[in-house]
C-alpha cells in the first residue's frame, strides 16, 4: 500500500465502533433495486445527468436550483489524489467498479473533474477567528486511513471512501478540531468519488452490495494530514469551488 506515514496498527485507528459508517450503510434487499433518492437526486443528479427526468430542478425551503447553491465554506480534510490515484489497493477497486454492470450508470468524467478538491468534510465553517486558527496550528499532524467502498442511507446515489483517523489518547482526533470550531462532533468522515447517473436494477444493485462487502475492510490508502481546506463550493461536488485557505495542523 502505498502512503504509509508511519507504523500504525489497524487497532490504532478509530474503529467502526467508535464512527458510524455500519450503522448508516444502504441497507439492500435481495431482489430489488437501488433508487437514487431525494436529496440525490437535488444535490447531485442535476451536476452529473441533468437530462435526466428524476432530477429534482429545485425544490422550496431549499437554496438548491439545478443542483447549485449559494456559496458555502467548509473545514475539510484534504486527500492527496495523486497518492490515492497509483496506490494499488485503489487501482484495483477502481477496475472492480469498471468491470461491475452498473459501471455505464457512474459519472467517469466527474472524478477527473474533481480529483484536486477531493477531501472528506468535517463541518460548515463560514468564519474561523484567529483564536481557532491559533488553537488548530497547536493539533499535531494525524495520520488517516481510507477504506472503501462505502453507499450511504442519506444521498443514496453517491460512492464514498471512509476515512478513519488515528486514535489519539484514546479520542478521534477530529472532534477536537470540531469542538475547537464549536461545531457539533460528527462520526461520518467520507471522500466522495463515484456517482451514479440513474437508478440500479436488482442485478446492478446486488453487485454493488458485494462490492461494498468485499471492499469493507479494505485499506486503500494511509496518509497524514499535516494542513486543512477551508473549501468554498456553490455545489456539493465542488465542482465550482476551491481552497480559500490552508490552516496547517503543526503542533
Not at 63 to 91: E, I, K, M, N, T
Not at 152 to 173: D, I, K, Q, S
Not at 204 to 211: F, G, K, S, V, W
Request: charged letters at 25%; a positive charge; glycine letters at 6%.
Amino acid at each position: 500500500m502505498t502512503g504509509k506515514s508511519q507504523d500504525l496498527t489497524r487497532g490504532e485507528f478509530c474503529s467502526d465502533s467508535d464512527l458510524g459508517y455500519d450503522r448508516s450503510r444502504t441497507r439492500f434487499v435481495a431482489g430489488e433495486g437501488l433508487s437514487l433518492d431525494e436529496r440525490y437526486r437535488l444535490a447531485h443528479l442535476p451536476l452529473v445527468a441533468p437530462g435526466h427526468p428524476a432530477v429534482i430542478p429545485t425544490r422550496a425551503g431549499t437554496d438548491y436550483d439545478q443542483g447549485r447553491h449559494p456559496r458555502v465554506s467548509s473545514l475539510v480534510v484534504p486527500v492527496p489524489w495523486r497518492a490515492l490515484f497509483a496506490a494499488d489497493s485503489f487501482r484495483e477497486l477502481d477496475r472492480d467498479m469498471k468491470a461491475s454492470p452498473f459501471a455505464p450508470k457512474i459519472a467517469w468524467h466527474v472524478i477527473e473533474a474533481r480529483r484536486e478538491r477531493l477531501h472528506a468534510t468535517l463541518c460548515g465553517a463560514p468564519v474561523i477567528s484567529e483564536s481557532q486558527r491559533r488553537q488548530l496550528a497547536q493539533i499535531a499532524p494525524i495520520t488517516v486511513e481510507l477504506r472503501g467502498l462505502f453507499s450511504g442511507n442519506v444521498n443514496v446515489g453517491r460512492l464514498y471512501l471512509r476515512a478513519y483517523p488515528e486514535r489519539r489518547n484514546g479520542a478521534n482526533p477530529f472532534h477536537q478540531i470540531q469542538r475547537i470550531l464549536a461545531r457539533p462532533e460528527s462520526s461520518l468522515y467520507l471522500v466522495g468519488l463515484y456517482n451514479l447517473t440513474d437508478h440500479l436494477t436488482a442485478a446492478e444493485a446486488a453487485a454493488l452490495a458485494a462490492l461494498i462487502d468485499r471492499w469493507w475492510h479494505r485499506p486503500i490508502l494511509r496518509f497524514k494530514v499535516s494542513s486543512l481546506w477551508l473549501l468554498w463550493a456553490r455545489d456539493d461536488l465542488v465542482l465550482e469551488g476551491g481552497v480559500e485557505e490552508v490552516l496547517p495542523l503543526a503542533g
